[in-house]
């Protein structure tokens, strides 16, 4: 997975139908090589995260499968069906083309490395 | 260090829902089982409660949870007496610092259950428990003579 998508695969979904979306939770982590992003997406597979980094605003978006097989009803419901969006502003330059991202357990973990001019340096006293 | 946090979906959780395996028709509580329950905003130290959704075909009923970040060998499940309790420990690790808490559930099970039969499966965060129902309560047609 990477951060930069063609656009069909990163088309903004607003023909005209309004989404209902929800912010998933999510946790920031960092040191002084990179940023790493969990984001908790229960339900969502592989095929559902779509990321996108524009002007320094990072969208995760996770797309759940909410098809109910056939014959198959509802009988309670307690967990939202709905799909997840978190934007998150970068205030801090990342290598965009290192950024990597795992989906595992319904957590997704983005790790952006921080480019040099950001990272931490020691200034030697002379 | 021990982190206890609210569980998202129990912000909206309404009520305790134990009872409704015995009920499964009994549709969703009321509004003032709903201000009964505020008391319960405030999750205890001892775990949190999973919330639930359950689904039924003709052949099984079918509930589930939502367990991100839980690994399959922290979610222990346990049949004792007609209840069925779901525990999961979710462990997460933020740098140095290893955070741990445990969410958790306990279900009646409906009369008419195969209970040996009983699998659970756990996908992209969500645990699935299947309980297939016993022959004698699948609908069947009865042919008249």
Redesign the interface.
Known sequence: MNATCSPSTCAPATSGVTESLRKP?Y?V?G?AEAYEV?V??????KSGVKLDLEDNILTVRGERNTT??E??????????PLSYILRLRLNTPVEEDKMTAK?E???LTLRLPLKEVAKPRQIPVL | MKLIRTNPSSLNRVSDFDEWFRHPFAGLPSLGQFFSNLGEVFPGVTGDKLAIDVHEDKDNYFASFEVPGVKKEDVKLELNSGMLTVSAEKREKNGDNESSYSLTRSVSVPDGVNVEAIAAKLEDGILTVTLPKAEHRKPRTIALN
């Open positions: 939770l946790n982590n040191n969990r908790e997406m229960p339900g969502v597979p109910v097989p014959g198959m009803k509802a009988l309670h419901r307690e967990l939202s989906l357990d319904g957590v």
